[in-house]
């Protein structure tokens, strides 16, 4: 069992910068690949970036690519979103998720999940 929980959301200006950070309860945090996603208000859940359980791999949706860098702490045993150049349409929750095998982009194989948290950028 993997407990995780988000936090570093808030409102910022378009243009500006958040650092998300998810820390993750448990001896296994590394045995887990690790993404975040986001859900807008009346829209599906999205894929937004993934690190292998190393934090050698990375991978980002095209919407956020150059903009978005996650990374891991094994030995704090979080995983950070740091996002930059933000814009009106990354208004969304932002969820952590854990996944015992590779990290993909899609909801349904993530074993594991945050309560999320919210980010708001304002134009």
């Known amino acids: 069992q993997v407990q995780l929980v988000e936090s570093g959301g808030g409102l910022v200006q378009a243009g500006g910068s958040l650092r998300l950070s998810c820390a993750a309860s448990?001896?296994?945090?590394?045995?887990?690949?690790m993404g975040w996603f986001r859900q807008a208000a009346g829209k599906e859940r999205e894929f937004v970036a993934a690190?292998?359980?190393?934090?050698?791999?990375?991978y980002y949706a095209d919407s956020v690519k150059g903009r978005f860098a996650i990374s891991r702490d094994n030995a704090k045993n979080t995983v950070y979103l740091q996002m930059s150049s933000l814009k009106p349409e990354d208004t969304a929750v932002y969820y952590c998720?854990?996944?015992?095998?590779?990290?993909?982009?899609?909801?349904?194989?993530?074993?594991?999940w945050g309560q999320g948290t919210q980010v708001t950028v304002s134009s």
């Open positions: 998720a854990a996944d015992r095998n590779y990290g993909t982009v899609r909801v349904n194989d993530y074993d594991y």
């Open positions: 448990g001896r296994t945090f590394s045995s887990y690949a």
């Open positions: 690190v292998g359980r190393g934090g050698g791999s990375t």
